[in-house]
Nanobody, 122 residues
Framework: QVQLVESGGGLVQPGGSLRLSCAAS????????MGWYRQAPGKEREWVAN????????SYADSVKGRFTISRDNAKNTVYLQMNSLKPEDTAVYYC???????????????WGKGTLVTVSS
């Protein structure tokens, strides 16, 4: 079965930095793209960043543009989110998402990690 495991969350002061990782494993034939979402208490889950595995084109939500950087290591099936200049409003559970094809004649399906908590507070 396909699994996504996030790591790197924790407590950081405003203005600080944190790097999140997400490793995909299991029955994977190919990955189209991987990305990050986040959800704060009482709010809807929102999209944060995306990266295509082939070509490495990236996109970001306006709220994090210029502060966050998404990257990938194809050999490890891993995506990273480097978060700089963190603000209290960045506090949320961050979820990894991937569009994965499990084999020939299979379509791409969405997979989600369990999330990692990022708390930005003084």
């Amino acid at each position: 079965q396909v699994q996504l495991v996030e790591s790197g969350g924790g407590l950081v002061q405003p203005g600080g930095s944190l790097r999140l990782s997400c490793a995909a494993s299991g029955s994977i034939f190919s990955i189209n793209n991987m990305g990050w979402y986040r959800q704060a208490p009482g709010k809807e889950r929102e999209w944060v960043a995306n990266i295509f595995i082939i070509g490495a084109d990236t996109s970001y939500a306006d709220s994090v543009k210029g502060r966050f950087t998404i990257s990938r290591d194809n050999a490890k099936n891993t995506v990273y989110l480097q978060m700089n200049s963190l603000k209290p409003e960045d506090t949320a559970v961050y979820y990894c998402n991937a569009k994965i094809n499990k084999g020939p004649s299979h379509g791409y399906m969405d997979y989600w990690g369990k999330g990692t908590l990022v708390t930005v507070s003084s």
